[in-house]
């Protein structure tokens, strides 16, 4: 093998940085394995923010089965094939991105880290790969795009109870070029999540995660009407907390801190929010309706069940997010990678097929494709580097993943996405 083959890989690229920087006795700011990356970030944020990120629903059954799943398969590696060349970009929706990793949509990410959406968007960018601004954002999906350039964007859209709002952000997300509308189906309403729970905190009450809202003409309109509407001044229990919850929310609200403070406003868009931002009766017949309602692909995020996917061809969706919501949702539910056992075979390459929850490595983004993945999404790690260190941390705890699957693939005999499948495995 010639000296410069395989340096331009992400996996070697990735390795020779950080062994350089160890002759001259720098080691990672972001730990390479999962577990010392995810104990460090715990130091590293508050009570709240590590509850909010870190747990799950229930007991957490739900987050144990997702990583149990993976480790019910084994990657058989093959030996003498020419590997000096890999490929593992993929094409989703007429785009090529450089590797079969997108970020997550992570809902109050200012949690783990203060300048969070924009930061991620930012770190996406710089390594080429899509990220799915979530509709719980903490900075509009403007100022998300805006540091992204032309590099790939989704939006995550959760149905609000209100149609013209739905309406206006699937006319913001085609604004800002988005390449796909994530439909989130699984959190119509919150899942019982102990960690959060016991601190009695949903960030969402102060004021975290609904910029997304604030920035909206519509919504800004159904809080006017609002406060409109009200006879009388609502009753408020003057507690210390209270005092902070409303600090908090005036803080975050669009405009100057003090005029925000003697306004209605802030209180009031918050109160919206909690009302509408997720619809419980969302049916079959609203999806079908989306065709009308944008002319960007969807897909569908939260499908389990092989029937359901069923039905989402029916739908004419353009994709399914095979997905758990990361085991905050249900628990004791059927891990996402089961799942993908089971629909991939239903699909049959007839819709873009995405996995998300359960993914820490780069072998189990290998695991994932080998399975009927198309590509899978990076939750919890990145947010970890987030933690750590801001846009650097994570962008490096993607690059990471990414070069490892790269090495994986090559070590298992692999040249390209595409000779993935299931000869690769074999079950434990």
Same mark, same amino acid.
């Given at each position: 093998?010639?000296?410069?083959?395989?340096?331009?890989?992400?996996g070697?690229?990735?390795?020779n940085?950080i062994y350089?920087?160890g002759?001259l006795?720098?080691?990672?700011?972001?730990?390479?394995?999962?577990?010392?990356?995810?104990?460090?970030?715990?130091?590293?944020?508050s009570?709240?923010?590590w509850?909010?990120?870190?747990g799950?629903a229930?007991?957490?059954?739900t987050?144990?089965?997702?990583?149990?799943?993976?480790?019910?398969?084994?990657i058989?590696p093959?030996?003498?094939?020419?590997?000096s060349?890999?490929?593992?970009g993929?094409?989703?929706f007429?785009?090529?991105?450089?590797?079969p990793v997108?970020?997550?949509?992570?809902?109050?990410?200012?949690?783990?880290?203060?300048?969070?959406?924009?930061?991620i968007a930012?770190?996406?960018?710089?390594?080429?790969?899509?990220?799915i601004?979530s509709?719980q954002g903490?900075?509009?999906?403007?100022?998300?795009?805006?540091a992204?350039g032309d590099a790939?964007?989704?939006f995550?859209?959760?149905?609000?109870?209100?149609?013209?709002l739905v309406?206006?952000?699937?006319?913001?997300?085609?604004?800002?070029?988005?390449?796909?509308?994530?439909?989130?189906?699984d959190?119509?309403?919150?899942?019982?999540?102990?960690?959060?729970?016991?601190?009695g905190?949903?960030?969402?009450?102060?004021?975290?995660g609904?910029?997304?809202?604030?920035?909206?003409?519509?919504?800004?309109?159904?809080?006017?009407?609002?406060?409109?509407?009200?006879?009388?001044?609502?009753?408020v229990?003057?507690?210390?907390?209270?005092?902070?919850?409303?600090?908090?929310?005036?803080?975050?609200?669009?405009?100057?801190?003090?005029?925000?403070?003697?306004s209605?406003?802030?209180?009031?868009?918050?109160?919206?929010?909690?009302?509408?931002?997720?619809?419980?009766?969302?049916s079959?017949?609203?999806?079908?309706?989306?065709r009308?309602?944008?002319?960007?692909?969807?897909?569908?995020? !939260?499908?389990?069940?092989? $029937?359901?996917?069923?039905?989402? %061809? /029916? *739908?004419? =969706? #353009?994709?399914i997010? +095979?997905?758990?919501? !990361?085991?905050?949702?249900? $628990?004791?539910?059927?891990?996402? %990678? /089961? *799942?993908? =056992? #089971?629909?991939?075979? +239903?699909?049959d390459?007839r819709?873009?097929?995405?996995?998300?929850?359960?993914?820490?490595?780069? *072998?189990? =983004?290998?695991?994932?494709?080998?399975?009927?993945?198309?590509?899978?999404?990076?939750?919890?790690?990145?947010?970890?580097?987030? *933690?750590?260190?801001g846009?650097?941390?994570a962008?490096?705890?993607?690059?990471?993943?990414i070069?490892?699957?790269?090495?994986?693939?090559?070590?298992?005999?692999?040249?390209s996405?595409?000779?993935?499948?299931?000869?690769?495995?074999?079950?434990a």
């Amino acid at each position: 093998m010639s000296a410069s083959e395989n340096q331009d890989s992400p996996g070697r690229a990735r390795q020779n940085l950080i062994y350089r920087d160890g002759v001259l006795g720098r080691t990672p700011s972001v730990p390479t394995d999962f577990d010392t990356l995810e104990r460090r970030a715990r130091r590293k944020m508050s009570a709240k923010g590590w509850a909010y990120v870190h747990g799950g629903a229930g007991l957490g059954r739900t987050m144990q089965a997702n990583r149990d799943a993976f480790d019910k398969w084994q990657i058989v590696p093959r030996v003498l094939r020419d590997v000096s060349k890999r490929d593992i970009g993929v094409e989703l929706f007429g785009r090529r991105i450089p590797a079969p990793v997108l970020l997550a949509p992570v809902g109050a990410a200012e949690l783990a880290r203060p300048e969070a959406d924009v930061a991620i968007a930012a770190a996406a960018a710089e390594l080429g790969v899509p990220y799915i601004f979530s509709n719980q954002g903490c900075a509009p999906m403007e100022e998300s795009a805006a540091a992204m350039g032309d590099a790939p964007r989704w939006f995550q859209l959760y149905w609000s109870t209100d149609d013209d709002l739905v309406d206006s952000l699937l006319q913001r997300a085609a604004n800002i070029r988005a390449d796909a509308v994530v439909v989130t189906l699984d959190t119509t309403m919150l899942g019982w999540r102990p960690e959060d729970l016991n601190l009695g905190s949903l960030p969402f009450a102060q004021g975290q995660g609904i910029a997304q809202y604030t920035s909206d003409p519509v919504f800004r309109r159904i809080v006017h009407d609002r406060i409109k509407a009200a006879t009388k001044k609502p009753d408020v229990e003057v507690t210390l907390g209270a005092i902070r919850s409303l600090v908090s929310m005036t803080r975050r609200f669009p405009g100057r801190f003090l005029g925000n403070l003697r306004s209605p406003e802030p209180r009031a868009a918050v109160e919206t929010f909690l009302d509408i931002y997720s619809r419980p009766s969302l049916s079959w017949a609203d999806i079908e309706t989306l065709r009308s309602r944008t002319s960007l692909p969807i897909l569908l995020k !939260g499908v389990l069940h092989p $029937d359901d996917a069923r039905r989402a %061809l /029916d *739908a004419g =969706v #353009d994709g399914i997010v +095979v997905s758990n919501h !990361g085991g905050r949702q249900v $628990d004791g539910s059927v891990s996402s %990678l /089961d *799942a993908l =056992v #089971d629909i991939a075979p +239903v699909v049959d390459g007839r819709l873009t097929l995405l996995l998300d929850s359960g993914i820490r490595t780069g *072998a189990d =983004v290998f695991k994932a494709l080998a399975l009927g993945a198309d590509a899978v999404t990076l939750g919890r790690p990145h947010l970890y580097g987030l *933690a750590l260190a801001g846009q650097a941390g994570a962008r490096d705890a993607t690059a990471n993943v990414i070069a490892e699957f790269d090495l994986t693939m090559g070590l298992s005999g692999l040249t390209s996405v595409a000779e993935i499948d299931r000869d690769a495995l074999r079950r434990a």
